[in-house]
């Protein structure tokens, strides 16, 4: 039989995986990660989400009623350095990071499953929704969910191939109704708990007062200019926008403009027009190639997600700088292209690969 370690994080995705894998014969072992940082047992449980007191206990109490056994592993370290570190980095530096992103890779994924394997288990389990297939071509791969309205193959496209061999994603096949209505009809407690929206770490949205209280500083007001250099105005702050942004600019022009650059050198963050926001254009590194080795030269149209609400688009991707990096071409222009963020490239509802927009 083998043995699979369900990271369980108090909800209802996580749990029913649990039971499935239960019910597919596998022997199953329940671990809630403790990702949280030092704080009073009262502010964890008040942060709640994913990480909280509260979702240990939800976990714990789900573990109980399928049968199987529950751990918590401490796994502060790694989060605090790929995660909170890296959000902080980035934002001060004028891009948009994705935690998500960076927990699933190095934390969910390549901590777990190094500690899993330590233990004897074969596979580790999640919640997600999205497939892991093994394709003829021998590669292993993510395959989009059955409810597009919940898939989550974006945020998990960076995983490698030894992870993705050791994974296995239950709940991809089924729509979230329908694993409601599985976890409604086990009686499991969590059967209508509400799904987290936040980043984890900051549950107030604060992000300038959690770049203080990491960094002891954050970057100062600067100038609002336009393409010119010209400037309109003064800004609290490079870590409050992001590209394509509208709103809170607090600058009266008599015309609505958005965010289109942001230079943390010269800490400018620049203004423009509605069409300034568009491009059919991007580079992007630290490449990860999933369904594929690599294009090895070769020109491929597939559809791109540039963010993780983004519906996709069609575009031409090459490799460049020898294979470090990858050109995507838009076949049309696409809105809010945003440094820091993941494009992935999909063929069918296949994930081909993607990287980091630079």
Not at 106 to 125: P, Q, T
Request: aromatic letters at 8%; glycine letters at 10%.
């Amino acid at each position: 039989m083998s043995k699979v370690v369900v990271g369980m994080s108090g909800g209802v995705d996580s749990s029913v995986a649990a039971w499935l894998l239960q019910k597919q014969g596998y022997e199953v072992i329940g671990v809630t990660m403790q990702i949280w940082q030092d704080e009073e047992p009262g502010q964890a449980e008040e942060n709640g989400g994913c990480c909280g007191l509260s979702a240990v206990e939800d976990a714990r109490r789900v573990a109980w009623q399928l049968g199987i056994p529950h751990y918590v592993m401490n796994f502060k370290k790694e989060f605090r350095t790929h995660v909170m570190d890296y959000f902080a980095e980035e934002y001060i530096r004028g891009r948009t990071p994705n935690p998500c992103i960076a927990c699933n890779r190095y934390v969910k994924w390549e901590a777990l499953l190094a500690r899993s394997l330590g233990l004897g288990a074969d596979f580790i389990a999640t919640g997600h929704y999205a497939r892991v297939e093994r394709l003829e071509n021998g590669r292993y791969a993510l395959r989009q969910s059955a409810t597009a309205d919940k898939d989550q193959t974006y945020a998990l496209y960076s995983l490698t191939q030894k992870q993705l061999s050791h994974t296995r994603m239950p709940v991809g096949a089924y729509t979230k109704e329908e694993i409601r209505q599985m976890a409604a009809e086990l009686g499991l407690s969590v059967a209508h708990k509400a799904d987290s929206q936040e980043i984890c770490f900051i549950p107030d949205h604060d992000y300038a007062g959690f770049i203080r209280r990491e960094r002891g500083q954050v970057p100062e007001p600067g100038n609002f200019v336009d393409r010119e250099g010209k400037v309109l105005g003064q800004h609290k702050g490079i870590i409050h926008y992001t590209i394509g942004q509208r709103k809170g600019l607090n600058l009266s022009l008599g015309r609505p403009v958005f965010v289109t650059e942001i230079r943390p050198k010269s800490n400018e963050v620049v203004i423009g027009e509605a069409n300034d926001v568009f491009t059919d254009r991007l580079i992007c590194d630290k490449l990860n190639w999933m369904a594929i080795d690599g294009l090895h030269g070769e020109e491929r149209q597939v559809m791109a997600k540039i963010r993780y609400s983004h519906r996709g688009a069609p575009c031409v991707i090459r490799e460049t700088d020898g294979g470090r990096q990858a050109e995507c071409h838009f076949l049309e222009p696409v809105r809010a292209v945003t440094p820091g963020q993941a494009v992935v490239f999909y063929e069918e509802d296949y994930v081909l690969g993607g990287g980091t927009i630079q």
